[in-house]
């Protein structure tokens, strides 16, 4: 009998473990029935009977009388009417009882003399939380590999060793506040059985003592051993364990530093004796001093790199690990062959010890999806793909015409910014000749996500680019323009405060549209930090911009300015005078275009120019002219106190018999010899000849170094030049030349160019950026 007191519900249950045989059953109460003494039912034992109140239990037979845990158990459970069993020595394992609910499994009591339930509720000492006692252990192994940050040294500790390291940090800590010297730590290992820190020279003989072999190699902390068959024995799987303690040490020159021992030193080691007494671990980036004995055991012992994974002596992993970051993983004598087998550096390719400098510069010549091939390489390749100055630079191209080809273009985009755009600096966007509403509103979606991604990821972005859009064209619904607008006012008011440089060229929005886009840039701060602002065709054509009073308001926030681009229609006296006041000390550049379908008769005063160079000294004035062509506007535009730089004319092919270009040539443009830098001319001239003017126009301008002009010239002309270039009445540095011809053939002309370019070879290869062609016109 096992002596036990147990509820009455249980007692029948517990009789058939027990093995207890009765003559007569207990019958169960009747519901309503009155309680009755245990002790007076005919139906138990004579011991089970004589327990009446709190009477003590007389011993009888020589059974142990019952101790106090027993009475507090009987006191406590007696309004379920416990009676006493005999006592047995096979016990009652609830397992053996499926039928048996969790509920009663838990308070059912389990002799001393038994095993403990292991069904039993415990409570894991990492977690604190109620496991069963058969799956403890494994809950325990795993739970403890958890870690926690410990408050005295900042690191993150397992919590199965928390405890010992935190006795070890403090007396550390101690020593620091003593002003004393730290020893240099010893690489300890946990045993994954009895939870002991067993030093790194002792923990193979631990190992053997505290669990059998085979468990050893499956719990083996430093890698990945071959585990011996079951069916082997006990000096098999010792045999095992020494072969993969077999020399590893590199058999070729030591680049290590560490001394090599001979191969038959280490075979012939005995196995009861210590191999790997005061290994010489790293502490503090420094070796400790070791006897040869000592590095020859070092080679016996493989731990895994916390990186890389591969198994390595412990000398080569202390040289391993310090080069972790400079190739693919960790060095480049971790590379493997085909077979598995460490290749050396000597047997690897050029690529593998490839500065990191150099291979950066390979992949910024390469594409996106030879980009993506060459980071499946290998770990270093991977990483050097998300090198920042790869993704610095970006230019986003979507085709305006329907196609298979340019179908992935949108989504390309949208890829690229979410998993690069982080990184990016500068981002120009173009969207070419938009063919229908299906086109524009794929492209307003998907820029609305693609400024949404940069809004939240980026904080970088320096330079913005958008193009050619040509919103005023009927391929935008008013609907699809609204919402592009809104997004991109949206994104300006968030990343104003970063942009250096924005260029919405070719827009051609409304005035209060387009100044309702520029003053999301001054958000909040009244003013803009932006330094280059780039609105050539902001505006649609046929605007007079320059009577809105709402564009000089905008212009006004503009307060740190030093390149500005946009067309003649935005000047105004009023323009000029903002500029003076709020830029003229960061004003270098001003780009003025002048179309022939703008509105440019506007009068503008000369004092207003001389104001604004008088203030701004380094400002330079370029103008860029087209179709505008005859000498009243090109008089009334270019004015005597304009600073200027460089003059653009160009007419393409159109011709006018009314025209001529002698009065520019001779009377407009010698006015601004002293500060006239470079000419270019594009003209339809069949009508006159003006070879003695350009040439005259070239020697009265001292500090004129580019000259390009396509007109129709003597091919003398070119020679002329050339010789005044050698006699050094001027000082140009670019020359090019398109001679047009009314024949079909130009033999002749190209065969005097090729006698000029061998009469002045020596002088253009050494000064010249010479370009000079011969073009029919028919």
């Known amino acids: 009998m096992c002596q036990q007191s147990l509820p ?108 403990e339930c292991p069904e039993r509720p415990v409570k894991c000492q990492f977690c604190e939380l109620a496991v069963r006692l058969n799956k403890l252990e494994i809950h325990e192994h795993h739970c403890g590999r958890q870690t926690e940050l410990c408050a005295d040294c900042g690191q993150h500790i397992m919590l199965r060793v928390l405890a010992q390291h935190r006795d070890v940090c403090w007396a550390e800590q101690t020593l620091l506040w003593r002003g004393k010297k730290i020893p240099a730590p010893e690489s300890n290992i946990c045993c994954h059985y009895c939870k002991h820190m067993i030093p790194g020279n002792k923990y193979f003989h631990h190992l053997g003592r505290c669990c059998p072999v085979s468990d050893s190699v499956k719990y083996f902390p430093t890698g990945k051993l071959e585990i011996p068959p079951s069916s082997l024995s006990s000096e098999a799987a010792e045999d095992q364990i020494y072969i993969a303690e077999k020399d590893v040490r590199p058999k070729m020159k030591n680049i290590n530093g560490f001394p090599l021992p001979s191969e038959k030193s280490t075979r012939q080691a005995p196995r009861g004796t210590n191999k790997t007494t005061d290994l010489p671990l790293k502490s503090d980036g420094k070796l400790r001093a070791s006897s040869p004995a000592e590095d020859d055991a070092a080679y016996d012992i493989l731990r895994g790199c916390s990186q890389c994974g591969i198994l390595l002596p412990l000398p080569t992993l202390n040289q391993h690990q310090p080069h972790l970051p400079r190739s693919c993983c960790g060095h ?84 690229y910014v979410k998993k690069f755009g982080r990184y990016l600096e500068h981002l120009e966007i173009k969207f070419l000749n938009p063919y229908n509403a299906v086109l524009t509103k794929k492209f307003q979606v998907t820029m609305r996500g693609l400024l949404s991604c940069l809004g939240k990821s980026n904080n970088r972005l320096r330079s913005l680019s958008i193009q050619h859009l040509e919103l005023d064209r009927l391929v935008w619904r008013n609907s699809i323009r609204s919402s592009f607008m809104k997004s991109l006012s949206f994104f300006l008011k968030k990343m104003g405060k970063h942009l250096d440089y924005l260029n919405l060229k070719g827009a051609r929005l409304t005035v209060e549209q387009g100044c309702h886009v520029l003053n999301s840039l001054s958000y909040l701060r009244n003013e803009s930090v932006v330094s280059e602002l780039n609105i050539e065709d902001y505006f649609s054509h046929h605007l007079a911009v320059y009577s809105s009073p709402q564009f000089n308001k905008t212009m006004a926030t503009f307060r740190s300015l030093a390149s500005l681009t946009l067309n003649y229609n935005c000047i105004s006296d009023e323009l000029l005078e903002n500029l003076c006041e709020n830029n003229a000390s960061t004003l270098w550049t001003m780009n003025i275009k002048c179309h022939v379908h703008d509105p440019h008769g506007q ?7 001389a104001k604004l160079a008088r203030h701004a000294t380094n400002l330079k004035v370029n103008f860029f002219f087209e179709r505008v062509m005859k000498y009243e506007r090109l008089a009334r535009i270019l004015l005597q106190e304009i600073p200027v730089r460089s003059i653009s004319l160009r007419s393409c092919y159109f011709s006018d018999p009314d025209w001529s270009m002698r009065p520019t040539l001779t009377e407009l443009l010698p006015t601004f010899r002293h500060t006239l830098q470079k000419l270019t001319f594009e003209f339809n001239n069949n009508h006159e000849s003006l070879d003695e003017e350009l040439h005259l126009l070239i020697l009265s301008c001292r500090k004129l170094f580019y000259f390009k002009i396509w007109a129709f010239l003597d091919v003398k002309f070119v020679e002329r030049i050339l010789k005044s270039q050698e006699e050094g009445q001027c000082a140009l540095r670019t020359l090019k030349v398109r001679i047009y011809t009314n024949r079909y053939e130009t033999n002749e002309e190209d065969r005097t160019l090729r006698e000029i370019y061998r009469k002045y070879r020596k002088m253009i290869d050494s000064e010249l950026n010479y370009f000079v062609i011969a073009y029919p016109m028919m």
């Open 332 to 415: 480049p004598g971790s590379i493997m062959d085909e077979e598995g087998q460490l290749l050396q550096p000597q047997d690897q390719s050029c690529w593998a010890t490839l500065p990191d400098v150099c291979l950066r510069r390979v992949f910024w010549w390469l594409g996106d999806r030879d980009r993506s091939r060459a980071a499946l390489v290998c770990r270093k390749w991977n990483q050097i793909m998300y090198s920042a100055d790869l993704w610095r630079y970006r230019t986003i191209t979507f085709s305006g015409r329907p196609s298979r080809v340019h179908a992935s273009e949108f989504e390309s985009a949208l890829w």
């Open 8 to 115: 009455r519900h249980l007692l029948e249950i517990h009789e058939v473990s027990c093995d207890c045989i009765f003559t007569t059953r207990p019958q169960r109460r009747r519901r309503g029935a009155s309680d009755e003494d245990p002790s007076s039912s005919p139906f138990l034992p004579k011991q089970a009977r004589e327990i009446k109140g709190n009477q003590p239990i007389p011993e009888t037979r020589g059974l142990p009388p019952p101790d106090a845990g027993q009475k507090a158990l009987l006191s406590s459970m007696s309004p379920r009417k416990l009676v006493l069993v005999p006592q047995r020595n096979n016990p009652m394992s609830p397992t053996r009882l499926p039928w048996l609910q969790a509920s009663d499994r838990a308070v059912l009591p389990v002799s001393p003399q038994t095993k």
């Open 603 to 609: 009068v503008i005063w000369g004092m207003s120019w």
